[in-house]
């Protein structure tokens, strides 16, 4: 009687005895099928069951081990026909002691940590495998030459390991149907050469890899006929692979990335009929798109983007290939108006013609036709007019993107039909008018309409539905900010060069997930008060620009900063991907506008989860720069100029080690430079110009080797290279009397300030005492001008040690008498340069 054991995971049966409990002594003549999934299970195991002689099928699947499941000889299990082990761990040379299994048919080894090479021994006794699964692991080294030997296998699954070398080693696999040597280091050849006697060959998967083209060139056809190709990336093949060119029964080919050269091979259309799908992305095509001769009803996607196909779009795209549901023609050269007869493709669900040379309208069919439409895609082109008509039928779209374009007048209310539109870009056009308050019953995640002329507030029903990426910059939008901003989990939201104001206190009080937010402006917006300390709550936050606004305050010390690269890939994925339940690979890319180095970048798209930064330049920020980084030690930029900040230069920002820009200039800040700031090795752009800072320069070595005079400019009190050396100049007295933490030493400056004028005075009464005409006309010139900051007893004696005595009293008498009646009297004043904290050099004032 044959017995089976299957044992359910944990989570559905919590009372079951754990599998280490089980005597499989007394089952090892009859047991048959033996399935563990989500168990504990002793290293071991695999040892323990090594007597179950009638055992022909086992699977272990997400299984908890101690260690790895190891054995130590072969497995004489002769009757297995079956071994899957998938997401358990197992040790490194199980390959090679797995021989002595003569019926083993299925061999499936999936995410088992497996590493080194495939070993001859052991492995390459398996000669009856049918299908082998080895994908996810760690293998490394060439295929062995063993592989000649399984004639009967018909899969193999080879994808994601690091296997390298040629594929010779596959030319006998005579029974071989399906080939998966995707995302490893193998050298393929483009004619597939190796593979041509493999008569059942029909899907072969061998993307990310090395595709190089042959100096000779296969004259011969090959033997198989393919279903399914799909070779994208990596290489520069030139020409047609030429057994394409025999190939009719294909449905499925991707040849991406591996720089194909030629015009388009409608030729590819004509020979197979059953053709489903052609990707050929990012190659060196070129010249116009040229249709088949018939039409070909079952095409559904094509994606031809990133090429350098010109010439207008053929009018009859829509008649040739009417069952198209993707259709990618993005990132050419392509012109003219977008055919009418696209809006004959009734099936068409995706649409991308966007980074083309397109103009003229957009066409009423298509915005009639088209009902199944769920993302549209027309960015950066010269298309203008209205957008659509009230003649619309495109109410199932989920994206729209017009961004880049010359469109013109109000944003159309047919949009209001489209309930569930997630996304929404209309970004650098000419429209006008108000937000329309229908977008609240919409469910827009990504909302981007920057670069217009679009005016009035923001309206509160904009908040009615989970906001993410919220980008009104560059427009004439006024008001406060809605107050309904606080419940809203932002991800990135952009509102610099509008007219906005009012206080930012609770605006981002829920808003735990942002990593962007941007809401300077050079010109327009006057957001005041305090910086929110609710910013301090963003978990994920990337990049603060507050720059150019009228904020006061300190600076809140808990603010975060987080590279998304530092941060779940999930999450990342999450943020760039265009909807999480839409068939289209369109990703989200919001364009981000952030000032690094001194200068303005754009950045978007995966460059984002590299960045972070804090632009709070050109406030009214006061108090003294935070002692302690921990929680931005991965920040790029730090801009706090044009501020009326004090204090020290904290050493503590030593510890930012991958700045690359850093912007103190135009405060009051005071003392030395940190020494410890050489150790920034990845700064590439420093200023501290226009503070009160004292002392050294920093030591010109590595980054600060490149710094020159501008990064130190308006600082009366530093010395060193790149400025005047301090062993010259009077410079170097006055950095020598400051102190340690940065303030002149008082009673230094008390005896130069007494000295210089006992010098001053005395030369003037020696040249009075020689000359008595111009002692006479000094007596008559202080009656309207008298000394300044003169001390009544030191001119006693002065005046005393240099006159007779006679003389003495009556000038003495005239010069009191002329300082008390002016009213001058010495005062105490501290050193401060020219205030530095209006916004007249690098800050635009509002």
């Given at each position: ?556 010390p808990c603010l975060k900063i987080t590279t998304l690269n530092d941060i779940s890939q999930d999450y990342v994925r999450f943020i760039f991907t265009a909807d999480r339940n839409m068939s289209s690979s369109i990703p989200i890319e919001e364009q981000i506008e952030f000032t690094t180095k001194s200068i303005s970048y754009f950045y978007k798209g995966k460059v984002l989860t590299y960045l972070s930064g804090i632009d709070l330049s050109c406030n009214k920020l006061i108090g003294k720069i935070t002692h302690t980084f921990k929680n931005i030690q991965n920040i790029q930029t730090l801009n706090l100029s044009f501020n009326s900040l004090t204090g020290p230069i904290p050493p503590a920002i030593s510890e930012l080690k991958q700045i690359e820009s850093l912007d103190l200039s135009h405060n009051n800040l005071s003392g030395k430079i940190p020494s410890q700031l050489v150790g920034l090795n990845y700064l590439s752009f420093f200023s501290v110009a226009y503070n009160n800072l004292s002392g050294r320069t920093p030591e010109r070595t590595a980054q600060f080797a490149t710094f020159e005079e501008s990064s130190y400019l308006g600082n009366h009190f530093l010395c060193g290279a790149p400025l005047p050396n301090c062993s010259t100049g009077p410079s170097s007295s006055m950095s020598k009397a400051s102190t340690d933490n940065g303030s002149i030493d008082m009673n230094v400056f008390y005896v130069s300030f007494v000295v210089s004028y006992f010098m001053v005075l005395l030369s003037i009464a020696c040249v009075l005492y020689i000359n008595p005409y111009w002692r006479r006309a000094c007596q ?67």
């Amino acid at each position: 009687m044959a017995v089976k054991i299957v044992v359910l995971p944990r989570k559905y049966m919590a009372q079951w005895p754990p599998i280490c409990c089980v005597d499989f002594s007394a089952l090892k003549t009859s047991l048959e099928e033996l399935i563990l999934e989500d168990s504990s299970l002793p290293s071991n195991f695999i040892q323990d069951i090594g007597m179950l002689a009638s055992l022909k099928n086992l699977e272990v699947k997400v299984c908890d081990v101690n260690g790895s499941l190891n054995f130590h000889g072969p497995l004489h299990l002769k009757n297995l026909e079956s071994l899957v082990i998938r997401d358990t761990s197992l040790e490194n040379n199980f390959l090679q002691k797995i021989g002595a299994m003569p019926s083993l048919k299925n061999l499936e080894l999936w995410d088992c940590g497996l590493n080194g090479t495939l070993y001859s021994q052991g492995f390459c006794e398996l000669t009856n495998l049918q299908n082998l699964d080895i994908r996810d692991n760690n293998l490394w080294g060439n295929l062995p030459e063993c592989f000649s030997n399984f004639t009967s296998l018909e899969s193999l699954l080879l994808y994601s390991n690091q296997f390298s070398g040629s594929i010779s080693a596959l030319k006998s696999l005579t029974s071989l149907r399906t080939l998966d040597l995707s995302d490893n280091y193998f050298e393929i050849p483009s004619s597939l050469g190796p593979l041509f006697n493999l008569s059942k060959l029909h899907s072969i998967f061998a993307d990310n890899n090395t595709i190089y083209a042959e100096t000779e060139m296969h004259s011969l056809a090959p033997t198989f006929q393919l279903n399914r190709i799909s070779i994208s990336c990596c290489g520069d093949v030139g020409s047609f692979p030429q057994f394409l060119y025999h190939q009719q029964d294909l449905v499925s080919v991707d040849l991406s990335n591996i720089y194909l050269k030629g015009e388009f091979p409608n030729w590819l259309l004509e020979n197979n009929t059953n053709l489903t799908t052609l990707v050929l992305v990012n190659n060196s095509f070129l010249g116009p798109f040229q249709l088949p001769f018939l039409s070909h009803t079952g095409l559904s996607r094509l994606d031809i983007s990133k090429n350098s196909f010109y010439g207008n779009i053929p009018n009859e795209i829509g008649a040739k290939l009417p069952s198209l549901w993707f259709l990618n023609m993005s990132k050419n050269h392509f012109g003219g108006s977008i055919p009418v007869s696209i809006g004959d493709m009734k099936s068409l669900r995706t649409l991308d013609l966007s980074d083309n040379k397109l103009s003229g309208g957009l066409p009423e069919p298509l915005a009639i036709g088209c009902s199944s439409l769920s993302v549209l895609i027309l960015s950066n082109n010269i298309l203008h007019g209205q957008m659509f008509s009230s003649n619309f039928n495109l109410t199932n779209l989920r994206q729209l993107q017009l961004d880049g374009n010359l469109f013109s007048g109000r944003i159309p209310d047919c949009l209001s039909n489209c309930s569930s539109l997630i996304k929404l870009d209309l970004s650098n056009n000419q429209l006008f008018g108000d937000i329309p308050r229908w977008m609240g019953n919409l469910s827009l995640y990504e909302i981007a309409m920057a670069k217009n002329h679009l005016e009035g507030p923001i309206p509160e029903e904009i908040c009615q539905h989970n906001l993410e990426v919220l980008d009104l910059s560059v427009n004439n939008i006024s008001g406060n900010l809605p107050s309904c901003f606080s419940q809203l989990h932002f991800s990135q939201i952009h509102l610099s060069r509008n007219k906005l104001q009012g206080p930012l206190i609770n605006e981002f009080l829920n808003s735990t997930m942002s990593f962007s937010v941007e809401i300077s402006s050079p010109n327009n917006n006057h957001f005041e008060g305090e910086i929110p300390v609710q910013l301090c709550k963003l978990s994920h936050l990337s990049l603060i620009d507050l720059s150019n606004n009228h904020l006061s305050g300190t600076i809140p010390p808990c603010l975060k900063i987080t590279t998304l690269n530092d941060i779940s890939q999930d999450y990342v994925r999450f943020i760039f991907t265009a909807d999480r339940n839409m068939s289209s690979s369109i990703p989200i890319e919001e364009q981000i506008e952030f000032t690094t180095k001194s200068i303005s970048y754009f950045y978007k798209g995966k460059v984002l989860t590299y960045l972070s930064g804090i632009d709070l330049s050109c406030n009214k920020l006061i108090g003294k720069i935070t002692h302690t980084f921990k929680n931005i030690q991965n920040i790029q930029t730090l801009n706090l100029s044009f501020n009326s900040l004090t204090g020290p230069i904290p050493p503590a920002i030593s510890e930012l080690k991958q700045i690359e820009s850093l912007d103190l200039s135009h405060n009051n800040l005071s003392g030395k430079i940190p020494s410890q700031l050489v150790g920034l090795n990845y700064l590439s752009f420093f200023s501290v110009a226009y503070n009160n800072l004292s002392g050294r320069t920093p030591e010109r070595t590595a980054q600060f080797a490149t710094f020159e005079e501008s990064s130190y400019l308006g600082n009366h009190f530093l010395c060193g290279a790149p400025l005047p050396n301090c062993s010259t100049g009077p410079s170097s007295s006055m950095s020598k009397a400051s102190t340690d933490n940065g303030s002149i030493d008082m009673n230094v400056f008390y005896v130069s300030f007494v000295v210089s004028y006992f010098m001053v005075l005395l030369s003037i009464a020696c040249v009075l005492y020689i000359n008595p005409y111009w002692r006479r006309a000094c007596q008559d010139m202080f009656s309207c001008s008298p000394f300044l900051f003169v001390n009544d007893s030191l001119l006693n004696l002065l005046v005393y040690i240099i006159y007779p005595r006679h003389q003495f009293f009556a000038l003495a008498t005239t010069i009191r008498a002329n300082l008390h009646h002016t009213g001058y009297v010495l005062i105490e004043k501290h050193y401060s340069p020219t205030p530095n904290n209006s916004l007249t050099d690098g800050c635009n004032p509002s």
